[in-house]
Nanobody, 127 residues
Framework: QVQLVESGGGLVQAGGSLKLSCAAS????????MGWFRRAPGKEREFVAA????????YYADSMKGRFTISRDNAKNTVYLQMNSLQPEDTALYYC????????????????????WGQGTQVTVSS
């Protein structure tokens, strides 16, 4: 089992920034690629960003490229999502997820590939 706890959400004005954290406990964090997803009210869950086990590879949804940065600190068992230039359409519940992979460089943008999920942290962007 892997337990994931997100933090760092909150209320921010349009154009502002937030940094989300996801702390992992349980199984060996370095064995998991990590991802961030979000669900806005009335919408389907969508992929935000992913990072490989080693941190050498990252991947972003098109609408997040250039604004969001995913990173990880394997010594701290934590993955981060730095979000800049936030807009009201970024308002959502943000989840982190862990994907057990056997390749240090692989990652996934498909939610069904992920084995463990956190409870989410709310991000609200006011106009």
């Amino acid at each position: 089992q892997v337990q994931l706890v997100e933090s760092g959400g909150g209320l921010v004005q349009a154009g502002g920034s937030l940094k989300l954290s996801c702390a992992a406990s349980g199984r060996t964090f370095v064995n998991y690629a990590m991802g961030w997803f979000r669900r806005a009210p009335g919408k389907e869950r969508e992929f935000v960003a992913a990072i490989s086990r080693s941190g050498s590879n990252t991947y972003y949804a098109d609408s997040m490229k250039g604004r969001f940065t995913i990173s990880r600190d394997n010594a701290k068992n934590t993955v981060y999502l730095q979000m800049n230039s936030l807009q009201p359409e970024d308002t959502a519940l943000y989840y982190c997820a862990a994907d057990r992979t056997f390749s240090s460089g692989s990652l996934s943008y498909t939610a069904t590939h992920y084995d463990y999920w956190g409870q989410g942290t709310q991000v609200t962007v006011s106009s």
